[in-house]
């Protein structure tokens, strides 16, 4: 009975660690930036079961731990409390932001400019000579751009998209924007990204154009069609085969019939000879 006391006991440890340990693993946080600023990130830890008076403590940015961010932590009113203000300047100071208890917890901040949030799954269909209409938009309870660009995906390459070209008409407004493109042609298909821009950072998301002529919709039934022409010709063919060797049939019964006939009449009048 020891044994199974001894073996339950650590059971009920394991599971209480365990389930620290998710406890501990909170969802990130995300800040929406707009401007540079400078930002003071605050992690408050209540620990776990076995609270030591002091732990260690430091910061991470990505995957880096941040130099000179280690530091100790001392308890005070039953948690651990572990701050540090940063200089957000620049699209290259965005990103995940972690604070570590020693290794038993980890509170993460996402810092990043506000997302587009509508994605298309599927792409624009149009025709060729035809325009295309690519809507691009913010949520209406997120911050509005300062402005809008667009680009064209060629390769791994984007290639900026000026109204100036004829073909070409972006029309924005404040929290969406919409690129309209002229007389189509199949190369205009693609990628195209829409980018929302903050003094901060920028955001992008993108837009699949597909152009097509107008055959192309027309080629399932146009395939549907060569199918039921080649059966149709098929049967013809089998039913003509057949018919052939029904004449032929016929022919070579008619010929035997004619034989037969011959033969009686010839045996019949050489009888008749023999008999006078």
Not at 14 to 20: G, I, K, M, S, Y
Not at 51 to 79: A, C, F, H, M
């Amino acid at each position: 009975s020891l044994f199974y006391l001894l073996v339950l006991h650590f059971v009920v440890c394991f599971c209480q660690r365990q389930l620290a340990q998710l406890l501990h693993q909170q969802l990130p946080s995300k800040v929406e930036m707009l401007n540079p600023v400078e930002l003071t990130l605050e992690c408050t830890w209540t620990g776990n079961m076995n609270k030591l008076p002091n732990i260690s403590g430091y910061w991470r940015k990505d995957v880096d731990e941040i130099e000179n961010s280690r530091l100790t932590v001392q308890l005070e009113n039953e948690q651990y409390n572990l701050k540090r203000a940063f200089r957000i300047d620049s699209e290259e100071k965005l990103g995940n932001y972690s604070c570590i208890f020693g290794d038993k917890a980890k509170i993460d901040f996402v810092l990043e400019a506000p997302q587009i949030s509508e994605v298309r799954d599927k792409p624009i269909v149009s025709y060729v000579g035809d325009y295309a209409v690519m809507p691009c938009k913010m949520d209406d309870n997120k911050p509005k751009p300062s402005s809008w660009n667009w680009y064209k995906l060629n390769g791994t390459d984007k290639e900026k998209i000026f109204v100036a070209a004829e073909r070409y008409e972006i029309k924005n407004e404040e929290g969406k924007t919409k690129l309209v493109v002229h007389n189509l042609t199949e190369a205009d298909s693609g990628l195209y990204h829409c980018e929302a821009v903050y003094n901060i950072s920028k955001t992008t998301s993108k837009v699949e154009l597909r152009v097509i002529t107008f055959w192309e919709p027309l080629k399932p039934f146009i395939a549907i069609l060569v199918e039921v022409m080649i059966l149709v010709a098929a049967i013809l063919l089998y039913e003509r085969s057949q018919s052939k060797k029904i004449c032929t049939a016929d022919i070579l019964l008619t010929n035997k019939q004619t034989n037969k006939q011959t033969e009686l009449k010839h045996n019949l009048h050489g009888g008749g000879n023999n008999t006078t």
